[in-house]
């Protein structure tokens, strides 16, 4: 397994808003940047790119592919296809989480207001201080860097422990709230992170935490300016006596795959539990019914990891084992999504069968009944939408929904024999109304189904057999015929 966690460090993106309650923002005509945006869309966006693993040197990359770069009068460009010695930055933290961007070649600080952008200040005020808001999507999996051990919900201690060796199951799940300007990390069981490691149902200052960087790692100060660090034996996760952050206080995000339970013919789950082959014979979900599924990026074809680390693979004979350990073509399947089943192709192209015996061979040319699997995500209980145009988020004044906001709402996702009901903050559902619009305060549930077509990214199919898609204006609708880019979602 990679040292660094099994799976990848997410980049970091963000908005930075300004003295004023503006964010940065990067136009597509000209190249110019001002701070004048509202709320955090496409043109809010940032990302940061470090020098190397050491240097505190940063550059900061807009949503156009350019860098932000300062001359030595101050005069801020954002045209820059590579970053040349004037994209050059320095992040100096403030006590309250706030940034001052300091340009390395000259020393100077970058602010101001609207249009009026220059990085000449000798001195930090307030018009030189950036707040941070995180533009990934907010459920992770949490990789102390110091333990190289995973953050899990541990409900019998009633804590946050950081010893799991993988970050498996829904416990796994990590949620980042932003609120104000600060960060709160909330379990799978909606509950918050208090400072002295205690689950608390409430939100509070003791469950805020401002957000800091250091070399590319994230530290999250506490309100008496102590950092969240693993203690003791199962590395209670709480805020330690350190007022300045160590390797013990830094922590990766890394993207979370979603996970999943399969459920045969035979009324069993797939299980790796007899030992390599793998095989539809038990009657309980445990992590060795768990399978974290993977998508290619290239191919879209999804791939199944165990516990153990190793993938499913097509061997000799058609039968699915669990002995591959890296990624290659007789690892990789097609899903066919049937509704509230699934059938799963092999790379010989054959379907994937439960035999008698429960072993799981591809050698169907046909979908039956033998071919075909109840499949169910476990670890998305809290479900957070996000577009191409920003994240799901119930409309202020009727019961649609938006498509379009920098803020999100917390979804429930109730899994209901195959297919998905969605439960809204107010306990109600969402439908899909006569004029194709998602509505979300049914009375009685409605099946959607949930297809994993991209990397990190899922189609919603609702009862009327039409995609859920965010429209033009923002409004998010239940009408779409296909997939395209404005129905595919990060959740």
Same mark, same amino acid.
């Not at 799978?188 to 800091?212: A, I, M, Q, W």
């Not at 290659?328 to 379907?351: C, H, P």
């Given at each position: ?110 602010? @101001? ?44 201690? @009633? ?89 013990? *206080? ?43 599924? *993977? ?30 350990? *890296? ?62 145009? @920003? ?59 949930? *297809? ?17 898609? @965010? ?21």
């Amino acid at each position: 397994m990679p040292t660094n966690g099994i799976n990848k460090a997410l980049k970091l993106q963000f908005g930075l808003i300004n003295y004023e309650n503006r964010y940065l923002t990067a136009e597509a005509f000209g190249f110019k940047v001002n701070a004048s945006g509202i709320s955090m869309k496409k043109k809010q966006i940032w990302t940061l790119e470090q020098e190397d693993q050491d240097s505190q040197v940063v550059f900061l990359r807009s949503h156009l592919g350019r860098y932000l770069a300062s001359d030595k009068d101050g005069k801020i460009t954002c045209g820059a296809e590579k970053p040349d010695p004037e994209c050059r930055f320095l992040i100096v933290a403030q006590s309250d989480g706030r940034w001052a961007l300091q340009s390395e070649p000259y020393l100077r600080y970058f602010g @101001g207001s609207a249009d009026y952008l220059s990085c000449f200040a000798q001195a930090i005020g307030e018009q030189e201080l950036w707040a941070v808001h995180l533009a990934l999507h907010p459920q992770a999996s949490l990789l102390s860097v110091a333990r190289k051990r995973y953050a899990h919900l541990s409900a019998t201690d @009633g804590e946050i422990s950081v010893d799991s060796n993988i970050p498996w199951g829904v416990d796994s799940l990590v949620t980042l709230v932003y609120t104000d300007g600060k960060y709160s990390l909330k379990t799978c069981d909606s509950r918050f992170l208090s400072n002295d490691g205690k689950l608390v149902k409430e939100h509070s200052n003791t469950t805020s935490f401002t957000l800091e960087l250091k070399s590319g790692k994230l530290a999250f100060k506490d309100c008496d300016g102590k950092y969240l660090t693993p203690v003791g034996p199962t590395g209670t996760l709480r805020s330690g006596r350190c007022s300045k952050p160590g390797k013990d *206080e830094l922590f990766d995000l890394e993207e979370s795959h979603p996970q999943v339970v399969f459920q045969a013919a035979n009324k069993r789950f797939v299980s790796v539990k007899q030992g390599v082959s793998i095989s539809a014979n038990q009657d309980v979900e445990t992590d060795m019914e768990t399978f974290q599924m *993977e998508i290619d990026k290239e191919s879209k074809k999804p791939m199944f990891r165990t516990n153990g680390g190793s993938y499913w693979t097509l061997v000799t004979h058609g039968e699915i084992q669990s002995t591959a350990t *890296e990624v290659e073509v007789n690892t990789m399947f097609d899903i066919e999504w049937q509704g509230q089943r699934v059938a799963l192709k092999a790379s010989n192209g054959k379907y994937v069968c439960t035999k008698k015996n429960g072993q799981l061979s591809a050698v169907s040319d046909t979908v039956g009944d033998d071919e075909l699997f109840l499949m169910k995500l476990i670890n998305r209980p809290m479900l957070i939408l996000r577009g191409e145009n @920003g994240f799901v988020c119930h409309h202020k004044n009727s019961n649609t929904l938006d498509a379009n906001r920098s803020v999100y709402d917390i979804f429930s996702l109730i899994f209901n024999d195959g297919a998905y009901h969605i439960k809204s903050v107010n306990g109600k559902f969402w439908y899909v109304s006569s004029s194709g619009l998602v509505c979300s305060d049914g009375d009685k549930s409605e099946d959607f189904f949930l *297809e994993f077509l991209e990397h990190g990214r899922i189609a919603i199919k609702g009862s009327n057999g039409k995609y859920l898609r @965010g429209d033009q204006g923002g409004t998010l609708m239940g009408d779409g015929t296909s997939v395209d880019v404005a129905s595919l979602w990060e959740y």
